[in-house]
């Protein structure tokens, strides 16, 4: 079958590389793909998000099934788009459609959806700029770090961790008042603080039923120790050494059967992931988000432990057989590094030369913010390149990844040495 990959980033890298391993793969088209999706298929000049270009493109290479990595198109409402229109509504598209994607593009919507559910979360309240002197007042009687959350899609930067009260109130009025994340930002939810370890869960459904993938943990934080500016994330492991069968249990039991049955109970058709962020507090997991397609860097150590044919997931997710197929994932570890630009997560540098890829043998490279000028690779983001390595042992595929991490340089290139050290 041929298939259209939609993204450019380090998660389509590694979708790329698992898709292009299938024999049921004939042709893989990345749009727009980057400097190393090339190596798995052919990258297409279309953005993810120009729906007109994406119908024509699947019309004249007469593509089977179309896969979405991120969220924009998703909430923007690309699967609704193609089943809308008679001449495409053939083509199954992964990712769920626009109602499902709300999931992921309004924290209130979500935090609705978990509470109405009985999934277990932090308690919150929204405000929007006409009610922020009830949020002010609210914050006077919250326990303290509170966190505020854009409602809508603010890549990734809408979350903050406020310490005190005056800095909590400060940064509601910048939120609401000086629309601090544009219009992600026209309400904000308040909400409790979790305590605990966070890990990532990830759930692969066909509307009915469901398949439970790796799990992993990622890094947010710029620097060794998680101190610093959060980033799109520096790093991840999978498996993750807490998340053993009892906890799992609990997480399926509590978390992921509920909201597989309150998309169906609620009428919101949903094929595609379900990343479910969760915080591990002594045991008892709570859900922080949703989002509606998987995470990246985790889907750069996800991708390597299942050992299923992953066009076959797909083909199943469209036809709603997924119940028929059995998932095998490998008992190894992937460790995944991501090494960044100079300035990430701020103004950061761009256009510099990487060199070294071809000294890397024993870990999977997975280009994130690259291009391809005159077959020379140079960077192109901020998160450029991931560097991930599957072991027997956690210790064996960080001490693999930081080495192989080691062998690529570009100009004023950083990347943390000590992702995994906390599991460890």
Not at 69 to 89: A, C, K, N, S, T
Not at 121 to 149: D, M
Not at 158 to 185: N, P, R, W, Y
Request: proline fraction near 4%.
């Amino acid at each position: 079958m041929n298939i259209l990959l939609l993204g450019s980033g380090g998660r389509e890298s590694a979708f790329a590389w698992k898709l292009s391993q299938s024999e049921k793969c004939s042709q893989l088209f990345i749009a727009p793909g980057n400097a190393g999706t090339s190596a798995f298929g052919k990258n297409v000049n279309i953005k993810a998000t120009d729906f007109a270009a994406i119908k024509t493109f699947a019309l004249n290479n007469d593509i089977n099934l179309i896969l979405v990595g991120p969220e924009e198109p998703l909430v923007r409402g690309i699967h609704d788009f193609f089943l809308e229109d008679e001449e495409i509504q053939h083509i199954p598209v992964i990712g769920p459609q626009k109602l499902g994607a709300t999931l992921e593009g309004s924290k209130d919507f979500s935090k609705e959806f978990m509470l109405r559910h009985q999934i277990p979360t932090a308690s919150y309240k929204s405000f929007t700029r006409g009610t922020l002197s009830q949020g002010i007042e609210y914050l006077e009687n919250h326990s303290l770090p509170v966190v505020l959350k854009a409602d809508g899609l603010a890549a990734g930067k809408g979350v903050l961790i406020c310490q005190s009260l005056d800095e909590a109130q400060t940064e509601l009025k910048a939120m609401l008042e000086d629309s601090k994340f544009g219009e992600a930002s026209n309400t904000v939810v308040i909400e409790q603080f979790l305590k605990g370890i966070e890990l990532s869960v990830f759930v692969l459904t066909d509307g009915k039923s469901y398949k439970i993938l790796p799990e992993a943990k990622d890094y947010k934080r710029i620097g060794e120790g998680d101190t610093g500016l959060n980033t799109g994330g520096m790093g991840s492991i999978s498996p993750v050494p807490f998340a053993d069968e009892a906890f799992m249990k609990k997480v399926e039991e509590r978390i992921v059967i509920p909201t597989i049955n309150g998309l169906k109970k609620d009428e919101i058709p949903y094929k595609g992931f379900i990343f479910i962020g969760l915080m591990n507090d002594a045991g008892e997991p709570h859900v922080i988000e949703y989002n509606v397609r998987m995470g990246d860097p985790e889907t750069e150590s996800v991708m390597p432990r299942i050992e299923s044919d992953f066009v076959e997931l797909l083909e199943a997710v469209a036809n709603e057989t997924l119940d028929q197929l059995e998932l095998k994932i490998s008992d190894k570890t992937a460790a995944t590094i991501m090494l960044v630009a100079g300035g990430y997560p701020g103004e950061y540098l761009k256009g510099k030369t990487i060199t070294g890829l071809e000294n890397v043998h024993e870990s999977f490279l997975f280009h994130a913010g690259t291009e391809s000028e005159n077959g020379i690779v140079k960077t192109a983001g901020g998160r450029v390149l991931a560097v991930t390595s599957l072991q027997d042992t956690m210790f064996n595929a960080v001490q693999q990844a930081v080495a192989d991490a080691g062998r690529i340089y570009f100009d004023a290139r950083y990347f943390r040495n000590d992702i995994g050290f906390d599991l460890l």
